[in-house]
């Protein structure tokens, strides 16, 4: 179909919408059920059993198996069976833990999809655009990205970049009338938008006439099939190590074999000892539970308004060094009020708060009209007729469609009686040009109902209208704007910055018969009306979220674009001007290098007046001073600068899909302290991953040298390869994943922030494991020691002893690894999911020791109950030695 030939009533009759109410959602299910969901359709996922058979792909697997056979074909059918199962139950771990990250993923895919606002039922919402069926009435603003393909309805100042189809880098300007032709090319289609494609400028509203695999988009690429799963630098480094760890586990392994063979033992016995050794000796879950670590961190984010879209996000968090955060919406509220109005020299103060259309206006400590005062009432009446926000009543509150500062104008305006409805009554709105932030400015053009007259309605940023004025309303006059009356006005607008209230200039222009095709001939020969100046409070949570982060060796910058006082006015309150600390307003960034800002960028803690485009020089200054830089941003200027920073940060409410996709974490909330909350997060995750590499590396060092020291003191095995593989499944998995649940360190966030160059072992990591390690091998050697007699008899039961002063020991240390002190440093039952692992290690080596079916299986026998006070005596060394060679460090 060649939507791009026909009329807006025809595009309307093909698809049996109405512009007026859209579809009903009852038509739109129907319409989904018939046509599939508005996405591009993925590869097929690897089915559930390939995956599991990938389990079994691990070359020392493999070799288990085939050792497996070999004792199968020896007769030894215990033995054979006992490993098959173990190896069964560590593919199914592995299987459950793949499937959990996937699932992560896939979540985490689906919060970050692009939302649309779309008409049904007559009403507007925001929905997913997978939701988006053929008929379906979209409006879109600068920012958005198009979610299906659409045919253009209306469009005002709107253009569209389609480079994503086109290869064409420059915006296309959109309109509404049909196109003739044969076979318009994509790029020529200017009434047509396409899925995927970005909103640069102006809004519209279109009718969708494409979705999925039937977009432009769908038809000439599958963006989505090869798409490569993330792996995250920590992963990359564990990976690494795994291999390292490989090379040296197989070394030993040998070394372990030939000695054994060399002082007499079965070449059997020893090969198959050998491959145990190495299959618990190579931490093959790492990968897996890192993955499993790192998604359940993020789904704790999500409980905490944060969504992760970038996995290497949550390490990076943890390297944070300085966050430069927008004040509005973030730092603040968000529900700017306008609590001051000056016009001519006179000021008028409003009551009531929030976005409740109640309160009262004062001149001094009387109450006026505002209807009786010339000046205030068109302040205010402009105010609303130049504004695109919505007010919508709500059970208990008000929200805002659009912009807040608007809606504290709309608020103010319906305050002194004004309806949004009257006004539209009495004005044509004409033309519109919409708000950019290099602009600093939005106009509309009307026309008067009444007399015909009209008129340019301008409000925006007040030293750029004081520009563009020639003339101002004084006194109830119109005079010509001297340079007496400019400096009054700025002396206003300092006044009221110094009470940190955000200014917006109104001002108008009569016309005569003049159409503009660009804003900047409207916006000039200005009559200057006056200020309305509003506040939007700090949330009361992020004073303490900033000292926090202080505390943390975290710098807060705030970055706005108000007026210099006004910024430095809300930083003192938020404790984030410290003493000393310079404040740096766009005008004075524009004109210095990246190279001059990094001079004085470490004492620079807000910059005011600044634009979107400044962030990406704040950002590439900060990072050249070796500063880990989250960057917080919403619109699509900001996006820039949110990629090239180390965090990205976009804002959830009030952010564009463009500010999202170059985003590695989004904010539901749009709050600043969900920022101190996501770090705090990201710290811990890291910090777990760092406690169960401990655990499993020390666990893995004591099994190998214990055996290794057998051998060399011409002991017999002091466990057999059963006992070797069960520890490796029950005693190393479940504590190792427990630990990846721990809740944080009380001082997770006094200390300073992590290098990102830092190695897994940094910070003692590799002597702890290596100490821990030796100290475990040797305990569990010299309980077997204590036991065997060199008699066949008691070697069995002297094994036993071996595989629970092995199991203990480990046991133990799992609850060492949670501190970087000592195992006295925190309280063992703040992690439940520990406890719960630990006692179900230790009732599952209890059956094997005690249930005589399994005996036979695991070669154990019955322990004494005495015996029990030396294993638990030895398993305690390992933990207990080194915490109290510690703490008489710390006392001397």
């Not at 299906?148 to 290869?167: H, N, P, Q, Y």
């Not at 054994?260 to 879950?285: N, R, T």
């Not at 290690?841 to 209890?846: R, T, V």
């Not at 059956?847 to 019955?862: C, D, E, G, K, R």
Request: aromatic share 6%.
């Amino acid at each position: 179909m060649k939507w791009y030939e026909l009329s807006e009533k025809a595009v309307l009759q093909m698809t049996k919408s109405t512009k007026e109410t859209g579809l009903a959602s009852k038509e739109a299910k129907a319409r989904q059920k018939q046509y599939g969901l508005n996405e591009l359709q993925e590869a097929e996922k690897q089915s559930a059993l390939l995956l599991f058979l990938e389990q079994f792909k691990d070359f020392m697997v493999l070799v288990l198996l085939a050792a497996t056979l070999i004792s199968g074909l020896l007769g030894e059918y215990i033995d054979a069976i006992a490993i098959i199962a173990i190896v069964i139950i560590n593919g199914f771990l592995g299987f459950f833990q793949e499937r959990r990250a996937e699932k992560s993923l896939d979540a985490l895919k689906e919060l970050s999809a692009p939302h649309v606002m779309v008409l049904r039922d007559g009403e507007w919402k925001r929905i997913p655009s997978k939701e988006l069926v053929i008929g379906d009435v979209l409006k879109f603003t600068s920012g958005d990205r198009i979610g299906a393909d659409i045919r253009v309805l209306e469009a005002k100042s709107l253009e569209i970049e389609e480079s994503a189809l086109t290869g064409e880098s420059l915006p296309v300007q959109k309109q509404t009338a049909p196109l003739k032709g044969e076979d318009i090319p994509l790029g020529d289609q200017d009434n047509m938008a396409f899925m995927g494609t970005l909103v640069t400028r102006g809004n519209g509203i279109g009718i969708v006439v494409g979705t999925g695999m039937n977009t432009a988009m769908g038809q000439i690429a599958n963006l989505l099939q090869n798409a490569e799963t993330m792996m995250t630098p920590l992963q990359r480094k564990l990976e690494q190590l795994g291999k390292i760890l490989i090379g040296v586990a197989l070394l030993l392994t040998v070394l372990v074999v030939a000695i054994g063979v060399i002082q007499g033992h079965a070449l059997y016995e020893m090969f198959l000892a050998g491959v145990s050794l190495a299959v618990a000796a190579i931490p093959e879950g790492l990968p897996a539970i890192v993955t499993v670590a790192l998604s359940l961190g993020v789904q704790r984010m999500i409980k905490k308004n944060a969504i992760v879209r970038k996995l290497p996000a949550v390490e990076t968090l943890g390297c944070a060094s300085v966050i430069c955060s927008d004040k509005t919406g973030t730092m603040t509220q968000n529900k700017m009020t306008v609590t001051h109005i000056w016009s001519g020299g006179t000021t008028w103060n409003v009551s009531g708060t929030g976005y409740h259309p109640e309160g009262r206006f004062y001149l001094g400590q009387r109450e006026v009209n505002p209807n009786q005062a010339k000046p205030l009432q068109q302040l205010l009446m402009f105010g609303m007729l130049c504004n695109q926000t919505d007010l919508i009543r709500q059970e208990k509150d008000y929200a805002v469609d659009g912009d807040p500062t608007e809606a504290a104008l709309l608020v103010a305006a319906m305050k002194a009686g004004f309806k949004r409805e009257s006004l539209v009554q009495q004005f044509e709105i004409m033309q519109e040009f919409p708000f950019d932030s290099t602009r600093k400015m939005m106009s509309v053009v009307v026309k008067d109902k009444k007399d015909g007259k009209r008129y340019v309605v301008t409000k925006g940023a007040p030293d750029v209208l004081l520009t563009n004025s020639t003339k101002i309303l004084w006194d109830n006059k119109l005079q010509s704007l001297s340079l007496v009356m400019s400096n009054e006005v700025k002396t206003a607008i300092d006044q009221l910055a110094s009470q940190a209230l955000r200014t917006i200039a109104i001002a108008y222009r009569p016309l005569m018969d003049e159409t503009f095709g660009h804003e900047r001939e409207a916006e000039k020969e200005l009559v200057f009306i006056g200020l309305q100046g509003m506040i939007d409070p700090p949330r009361p949570e992020v004073k303490e979220a900033v000292k926090e982060c202080r505390e943390a060796g975290i710098k807060t910058v705030m970055i706005t674009g108000d007026h210099v006082i006004t910024a430095k006015a809300i930083a003192s309150q938020l404790g984030i001007l410290k003493p000393g600390g310079k404040v740096l307003d766009g005008y004075t960034l524009s004109k210095m290098s990246v190279e001059e800002l990094e001079e004085m960028v470490d004492d620079v803690y807000v910059y005011a007046r600044v634009s979107p485009e400044h962030k990406l020089k704040i950002v590439k200054a900060l990072q050249a001073k070796g500063h880990i830089v989250a960057m917080t941003g919403d619109g699509v200027n900001d996006a820039p600068a949110i990629k090239a920073a180390d965090i990205g940060i976009s804002m959830g409410i009030t952010g564009t899909d463009v500010a999202k996709e170059a985003s590695a974490l989004v904010l539901l909330d749009d709050n600043f302290a969900t920022i101190k909350s996501a770090i705090k997060e990201g710290r811990n995750i890291y910090e777990n991953i760092r406690k169960f590499i401990r655990y499993l590396l020390a666990s893995n060092v004591g099994e190998i040298l214990v055996m290794l020291f057998a051998m060399i003191l011409a002991l017999p095995l002091p466990l057999v390869p059963i006992q070797i593989l069960w520890v490796n499944l029950v005693t190393d998995g479940l504590p190792a994943m427990a630990l990846g649940l721990d809740q944080p360190e009380e001082n997770v966030m006094k200390r300073k922030p992590r290098h990102p160059k830092e190695g897994v072992f940094a910070r003692g990591l590799g002597w702890k494991v290596i100490s821990r390690g030796f100290l475990i091998g040797a305990v569990t050697l010299a309980a077997f020691m204590i036991v065997y007699d060199n008699t066949p008899e008691k070697l069995a039961y002297a094994q036993t002893i071996a595989f629970a002063t092995l199991v203990m020991a480990q046991l133990i240390h799992v609850f060492d690894c949670r501190s970087d002190k000592s195992i006295f440093d925190r309280n063992p039952f703040e992690n439940i999911y520990l406890v719960g692992a630990v006692l179900s290690s230790i009732l599952l080596i209890l059956i094997v020791i005690y249930y005589p079916p399994l005996q036979p299986i695991f070669h154990t026998m019955a322990i004494a109950p005495r015996e029990w006070l030396v294993i638990l005596g030895l398993a305690s060394v390992p933990t207990f030695l080194l915490a109290g060679s510690l703490l008489t460090r710390k006392s001397s």
